[in-house]
């Protein structure tokens, strides 16, 4: 649970950062979800700052296409403009790529860290990106109509599966065949959620589990603790460590021994490197009271695994599919797939535990 916080860190970070009215001067024109202050500081525009942290918090979950986004968060009440409430698809696009939301900037071919407060953590970004997928454009495409479709690829060629409804009622999923692709056969869709339920029922655990598993994680604090103790002391070392590095390298560029464009790809390496062992530093020290939470979370979701697998309620849970399978493919029918973290671990305890539980009727 720790090391699977620690790997999830920076989520939280940026978001308690002071607001600075010193002036992180940024030459150009702010975009959208800032304004410039008196002082010409930059400042927070609230209302559009909650559209664009709503746009990054759906594209990043990687089910939705940039067009339903649009649609989505006209639905959902959020205005981009007065004039102009609904946003259009490619200004949509560049708010997603851009930046700046994370509290850097570029300018000139260097990055900075502004002083200003971020929107979006730095991990979000990321997350948004790998959203753009390959081509730049959205990987899944079918959510709203077909609950697979959006979470399956073709495990020969890799393309998108696509479904389609055959005599008016039946659910038919295939692959896309946009490359070269022996698989053209049609899979029922009952026959893939037969093997999603083997999948869920691999890492769900029951109300008894939930209750116990929570008792465990809050006897686990105290080594929790003792662990960011030590991960703390080794990322302050590595920022110092990084600092003097930098510190020496600005010197040789003042004595002349390296040029200005081999220390400005160092600068900005090093710099952003820093800053991210900061952000995660900074996260160690609120960990302690985000640990319980978050464990708290993730057994919860693997309770929701077990639930839906019960129930097979797939198309208004599919976010449940995502969170824990990790590129499930489908090939001559069948399902292949990893578990995302930590999820992988719970697939693995539980084949002991559930060995365990024929003998011991407490589980
Ligand atoms: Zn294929």
């Avoid at 049609?186 to 008894?208: H, M, N, P, S, V």
Wanted: hydrophobic share 30%.
């Amino acid at each position: 649970m720790a090391k699977n916080y620690i790997d999830n860190l920076s989520e939280e970070v940026k978001k308690g950062q002071k607001e600075s009215a010193e002036q992180g001067f940024y030459p150009a024109k702010l975009p959208y979800g800032y304004c410039r202050g008196e002082h010409k500081e930059i400042l927070i525009n609230e209302k559009e700052a909650a559209f664009v942290k709503a746009a990054f918090e759906f594209y990043s979950v990687g089910n939705i296409s940039l067009r339903n986004l649009v649609k989505k968060l006209n639905d959902d009440g959020l205005k981009f403009k007065p004039k102009t409430p609904m946003i259009a698809k490619t200004t949509l696009e560049l708010m997603l790529k851009r930046l700046f939301y994370t509290g850097f900037y570029e300018y000139k071919g260097m990055i900075y860290e502004g002083k200003y407060t971020p929107i979006i953590s730095q991990n979000q970004f990321k997350q948004a990106q790998i959203s753009f997928g390959k081509d730049n454009k959205p990987k899944f495409r079918h959510t709203h109509q077909f609950v697979f479709a959006g979470l399956l690829t073709c495990g020969e060629c890799g393309c998108s599966i696509t479904a389609d409804i055959k005599k008016g009622q039946y659910v038919y999923y295939r692959c896309t065949n946009h490359r070269p692709c022996s698989q053209n056969n049609y899979i029922r869709e009952e026959d893939i959620e037969i093997q999603i339920k083997k999948a869920l029922d691999k890492i769900g655990i029951t109300q008894k589990h939930l209750n116990s598993l929570k008792t465990a994680l809050k006897e686990s604090f105290s080594d929790e603790n003792a662990y960011n103790k030590t991960q703390t002391k080794q990322i302050s070392e590595e920022i110092e460590m990084m600092e003097a590095r930098l510190k020496q390298m600005y010197l040789d560029k003042l004595d002349g021994n390296i040029d200005n464009d081999l220390w400005l790809e160092y600068r900005n390496k090093w710099s952003m490197e820093i800053s991210s062992l900061k952000t995660k530093l900074e996260a160690h020290k609120t960990a302690d009271l985000k640990y319980m939470d978050k464990g708290c979370e993730l057994l919860d979701l693997a309770h929701q695994a077990y639930l839906l697998a019960q129930k097979g309620d797939y198309k208004n849970n599919s976010n449940i599919l995502f969170k824990v399978l990790d590129t499930p493919t489908l090939k001559d029918g069948k399902l292949s797939y990893t578990y995302t973290k930590p999820f992988n671990l719970f697939a693995e305890g539980l084949k002991c535990t559930v060995d365990l539980g024929r003998k011991d009727s407490n589980l």
